[in-house]
């Protein structure tokens, strides 16, 4: 069992930064894919970055974060970062940590088998 704790979200104004962080628990090969996704009010979530164990650069699935988002990994901690910079009034949502044990979640975002509770971030 993996269990997953966010922290770091807050109220931020446009074009300031946050640095969200995710701890994660449990069996390390558990959570060797981890990945950040976000739900805005009123719409679908949608995967935000991923970043496999061992790998010096994540993958980005939201075009609108691309040049401003971030994601990096303390694998000594079990914990993965997103940097969020240049933020914009349509990045307010909740975001969640996801861990997988599976490669293909990483690649795909999505099968990801453990969230977190989710962190509020809101810009405004």
């Known amino acids: 069992h993996v269990q997953l704790v966010e922290s770091g979200g807050g109220l931020v104004q446009p074009g300031e930064s946050l640095r969200l962080s995710c701890a994660a628990s449990?069996?390390?090969?558990?959570?060797?894919?981890m990945g950040w996704f976000r739900q805005a009010p009123g719409k679908e979530r949608e995967g935000v970055a991923s970043i496999y164990r061992g790998d010096r650069f994540g993958r980005y699935f939201a075009d609108s974060v691309k040049g401003r988002f971030t994601i990096s990994q303390d694998n000594a901690k079990n914990t993965v970062y997103l940097q969020m910079d240049s933020l914009k009034p349509e990045d307010t949502g909740i975001y969640y940590c996801?861990?997988?044990?599976?490669?293909?979640?990483?690649?795909?975002?999505?099968?990801?088998?453990?969230w977190g509770q989710g962190t509020q971030v809101t810009v405004s």
């Open positions: 449990g069996r390390s090969y558990s959570h060797d894919c």
């Open positions: 996801a861990a997988d044990a599976s490669i293909r979640s990483c690649l795909s975002g999505d099968g990801f088998a453990y």
